[in-house]
């Protein structure tokens, strides 16, 4: 973990609102502009990160220094860690009580080798419970940037991610901002965004809380088909409205200059 820049979690109190989404892109943004990036799933009950990454088929392998990452191509530059890769059948279930995934999710912040890398991207499942608390404790032993929350517009998700605001503040997560999720309907012929749910919920939420707001992801049903076979949508769409927006959140980042436990506690704006 001494040797990852920056490590930042994915929440968000509502299931549903795309934290899986926003996680795989963003990994796939920050690899895709020359970074080392580490994306791990800790959704133990329903991990979706391999098929958004077309890694469904692979396996994790262990060495001397600790788990080996699967990565998404030679160059190395975006290494995954699941559960996914330990079950062999993606149809099996993870049926366990909360110690057994608890200790999961210590192997999993302590045991991977990820090597010199300059982000970790951690996807967490919706709530506030065992497996936020585990994989949040063991975060800020490492002195964590923080947490990206994200929502939707619909005020019912709004009101669901206040209670993830509270329990950042509970466990003392510094957050990073908010993404707007599903803001607006990109057309894929002429690429004009129509507001098909309510708007600016997200901004609004951030005022309230004076949390930053990093911006919106509209819905693309380009990228939801990338993400469904696996393909790399960057790669696909180069010009794409989502490429925009995810190179907007990461200007608005501010992360801490330096991540080595030492309680630096002095920000920097990202450079991309």
């Known amino acids: 973990m001494d040797k990852i820049k920056h490590k930042i979690l994915v929440l968000s109190g509502k299931g549903g609102v795309g934290k899986s989404t926003v996680s795989s892109q963003l990994a796939l943004y920050l690899s895709h502009i020359g970074y080392k990036v580490g994306l791990l799933d800790v959704d133990l009950c329903g991990p979706s990160i391999p098929k958004m990454m077309g ?3 692979k396996d994790v392998h262990k060495s001397t ?36 995934k608890n200790s999961m999710i210590k192997q999993f912040i302590d045991d991977v080798n990820w090597g010199e890398i300059d982000f970790l991207i951690i996807d967490t499942p919706p709530g506030t419970s065992d ?5 949040t404790e063991e975060l800020l032993k490492h002195n964590p940037d923080g947490a990206i929350l994200v929502t939707t517009p619909q005020a019912v998700s709004i ?26 309907y990109v057309c ?14 997200g901004k ?34 180069p010009n794409s409205s989502t490429l925009a927006s995810l190179k907007s959140f990461v200007d ?21």
């Open 188 to 201: 894929p012929h002429c690429s004009e965004c129509t507001n098909i749910f309510s708007s600016e919920g």
């Open 204 to 237: 609004l939420l951030a005022e309230q809380c004076n949390i930053k707001f990093l911006g919106k992801l509209p819905i693309d049903p380009n990228l939801s088909i990338c993400s469904e076979r696996g393909i790399n949508y960057f790669t696909e769409y």
């Open 65 to 100: 220094k600790g788990w080996v990452p699967v990565y998404t191509d030679e160059s190395q530059k975006l290494g995954v860690i699941s559960i996914q890769f330990l079950l062999g059948d993606k149809d099996t279930p993870v049926i366990w009580r909360g110690p057994k």
């Open 131 to 135: 497996e936020h608390i585990s994989v």
């Open 159 to 184: 009101s669901d991610v206040k209670k993830e605001i509270s329990f950042c503040n509970a466990m003392k997560l510094p957050i990073i901002g908010i993404i707007e999720n599903m803001s607006g």
């Open 55 to 57: 890694l469904e088929s």
């Open 252 to 272: 608005n980042f501010n992360l801490k200059s330096n991540n080595n436990n030492n309680n630096n506690n002095n920000n920097n704006k990202l450079k991309v």
